[in-house]
């Protein structure tokens, strides 16, 4: 059985870091990528950031490129989101994501697991 589990939301102060990990089970990760997506009140669940089944070639959203870094650990079964520089639009929950493939995409429909996500809230 596939499971995501998130953790490391919480509240950060503008201009703050944080760093989400999701420890994935139920699957062979290294064949996989995953992503990360979050969801503001109010609005669908949007693109954050991928990385292949090896580890490289990252996608980032526009809004976070140079902010944000997704890395994973294939020995551990681990993928981290460090989020710098957060700003009070990057408010939401945050989803970790298992791909369909071991391409990243940035697109939900290419992801068939998710974790229940954990919160991350900026505030000025």
């Known amino acids: 059985q596939v499971r995501l589990v998130e953790s490391g939301g919480g509240l950060a102060q503008s201009g703050g870091s944080l760093t989400l990990s999701c420890v994935a089970s139920g699957f062979t990760f290294t064949t996989y990528a995953m992503g990360w997506f979050r969801q503001a009140p109010g609005k669908e669940r949007e693109f954050v950031a991928a990385i292949y089944s090896h580890g490289g070639s990252p996608y980032y959203a526009p809004s976070v490129k140079g902010r944000f870094g997704i890395s994973r650990d294939n020995t551990r079964n681990i993928v981290h989101l460090q989020m710098n520089n957060l700003q009070p639009e990057d408010t939401g929950l945050y989803f970790c994501?298992?791909?369909?493939?071991?391409?990243?995409?940035?697109?939900?429909?290419?992801?068939?697991?998710w974790g229940s996500g954990t919160q991350v809230t900026v505030r000025t």
């Open positions: 994501g298992k791909g369909l493939f071991g391409s990243a995409n940035t697109l939900a429909e290419a992801y068939d697991a």
